[in-house]
């Protein structure tokens, strides 16, 4: 029974940590790519205002645009900031430090002799769960997708869910093509 708990409470603490290093890695690169959307935005908004100067354009096409990439660049904006993703990833970052500490302690344990300092380790891990932001059951289908250990668990997903987990690991890109080609269809009609 004591090597189950003991075996049980490592693996939790390892997939855990596995998880939030995974999704940590995602609000990184979803603040990225949001930055670069804002960017792309504000580029254009930038160079459409400079060639409406030079070219004294006053088309109802050309000021659409400029008031669609003005509003957009205004919620890219509010929508990015209030997501907080560096700092949703930074406090990811200090619980998966954590995690690996108590990680490596447990690894040090024997279970016969150490119970009660396992016990002790499963109170932290389960007040340090209480502190930070959860993972999805995506961030965790990749923390055990390579795993050997994990089989059965694998099998439980659902083929759907594993479809959308697949795909959903290129949201970025489909966020940024789906928020950048609205620019580029008016540039074509406007120039």
Same mark, same amino acid.
């Given at each position: @029974?004591?090597? &189950?708990?003991?075996?049980?409470?490592?693996? #939790?603490?390892?997939?855990?940590?596995?998880?939030?290093?995974?999704?940590?890695?995602?609000?990184? *690169?979803?603040?990225?790519?949001?930055?670069?959307?804002?960017?792309?935005?504000?580029?254009?908004?930038? &160079?459409?205002?400079?060639?409406?100067?030079?070219?004294?354009?006053?088309?109802? +096409?050309?000021?659409?645009? @400029?008031?669609?990439?003005?509003?957009?660049?205004?919620?890219?904006?509010?929508?990015?900031?209030?997501?907080?993703?560096? =700092?949703?990833?930074?406090?990811?970052?200090?619980?998966?430090?954590?995690?690996?500490?108590?990680?490596?302690?447990?690894?040090?344990? +024997?279970?016969?002799? +150490?119970?009660?300092?396992?016990?002790?380790?499963?109170?932290?891990?389960?007040?340090?769960? *209480?502190?930070?932001?959860?993972?999805?059951?995506?961030?965790?289908?990749?923390?055990?997708?390579?795993?050997?250990?994990?089989?059965?668990?694998?099998?439980?997903?659902?083929?759907? #869910?594993?479809?959308?987990?697949?795909?959903?690991?290129? =949201?970025?890109?489909?966020?940024?093509?789906?928020?950048?080609?609205?620019?580029?269809?008016?540039?074509?009609?406007?120039?």
């Amino acid at each position: @029974m004591k090597e &189950g708990y003991y075996n049980n409470l490592k693996r #939790n603490i390892y997939i855990t940590r596995k998880s939030r290093i995974i999704l940590s890695e995602q609000l990184l *690169k979803k603040n990225k790519c949001w930055n670069y959307i804002n960017f792309i935005y504000s580029l254009c908004l930038i &160079g459409l205002a400079i060639l409406g100067l030079k070219a004294s354009i006053g088309t109802i +096409d050309y000021n659409l645009l @400029m008031v669609f990439l003005s509003v957009s660049v205004t919620m890219i904006s509010l929508y990015s900031n209030t997501q907080k993703y560096n =700092e949703r990833a930074l406090s990811l970052k200090f619980h998966y430090i954590k995690l690996q500490s108590m990680y490596t302690k447990l690894s040090h344990l +024997d279970f016969n002799i +150490d119970f009660e300092r396992i016990k002790k380790i499963e109170i932290e891990y389960l007040e340090e769960l *209480k502190l930070s932001e959860n993972h999805s059951p995506r961030d965790r289908y990749f923390a055990i997708k390579w795993d050997t250990q994990e089989v059965e668990a694998l099998k439980k997903i659902g083929w759907l #869910n594993k479809i959308y987990y697949e795909i959903s690991v290129h =949201e970025n890109y489909i966020s940024f093509i789906f928020f950048t080609s609205p620019i580029l269809y008016f540039i074509k009609t406007v120039i």
